[in-house]
């Protein structure tokens, strides 16, 4: 079972999605960034049934096998299958930031699924899908397609601030591809403001329409949470008041935390104390945005672990030792 939380092509992207040609079926989760320029590699003549930024997946499968994964721009978990051949194509993002498990059963059937929790039940064994890899049923092996070369080769080159901030906005400008309304968590610290800052940019105009259209909707909403007299609140509105947002604040209870408890850890799959204490207020958040109908946030998110923004990197002996330890914050 698969259950799509659809942001482009909202009412015709359904899924499964099928290629008509070769029987192939395929069911993901994620967003891809480049799906036009993707779909103007491919050399054959295809049955396109969507306009969903992931059925290109079906017809780069076709034309290219596994070869296609490197030029993927975004996020993305998925399963592919072949009703002739019955073979099975598993593939999993860069860095994993779109979650999968993989299990089998004592008869050797294999399972996947974006929470341990839907197949749990039915494997003897059962693992995180590793990021940056790929599953053949006809192989039976994890390939990892995902090699990066700055993982072991530290940068000699002095660093372009006008390179990085081009790199930031273009990150952030793809990922405002949508057709839902959409959102910024906005704590008032510094990752969260830029973030939203650049977001603000360019809410005005449509992505998808290559800035040909106005936004659907124009006026950005911003969400921060925190205890009654929580300085990230005060902050947050500084910070959403200079870049114009429509800014809600969440006020929660020490005890609204304690009884969402249950359904935190229900949904992390997890007992790390760390993890669940900082997921808490987003979950008592995500509560609230999701009422209000927006199905897409961007965060701050990621960049302590690209940047060594977290405290206990300023004890790394060198610039080495802080190099692989960000490297093994993002991919290890």
Sequence with gaps: MHERLSIVDVEHGAQP????????????????????????????????QTHSDCEVLLYLYDEFG??????????FAFCLYDKKTEEYFIARDHIGIVPLYIGWDNNGVT??????????????????????????????????????????????EAVSLTNLRKALEDSVRKQLMCDVPYGVLLSGG????????IAAKYSKKRIESGDAEEAWWPRMHSFAIGLEGSPDLMHAKIAADAIGTVHHECIYTVQEGLDALKDVIY?????????????????????KIKSMGIKMVLSGEGADEVLGGYLYFHMAPNKEELHHETVRKLIK
Aim: include cysteine; hydrophobic fraction near 35%; proline fraction near 5%.
């Design 17 to 48: 999605l099928y290629d008509t040609k070769t029987n192939r079926v395929l069911a993901v989760n994620g967003e891809i960034y480049n799906h036009k320029e993707l779909a103007k590699k491919l050399n054959k003549p295809h049955d396109w």
């Design 66 to 75: 596994s070869d296609f994964l490197n030029d993927i721009d975004g996020i």
């Design 111 to 156: 399972y996947v699924a974006s929470e341990m929790k839907a197949i749990e039940s039915h494997c003897e064994k059962l693992q995180e899908f590793p990021p940056g890899h790929y599953y053949k049923g006809s192989e039976k092996q994890f390939v990892q397609w995902y090699k990066p070369e700055w993982t072991e080769n530290i940068p000699d």
């Design 267 to 287: 949904h992390l799959e997890t007992y790390d104390v760390t993890t669940i204490r900082a997921a808490t207020p987003m979950y008592l958040m995500a509560r």
């Design 190 to 197: 510094l990752d969260s403001s830029i973030i939203s800052a």
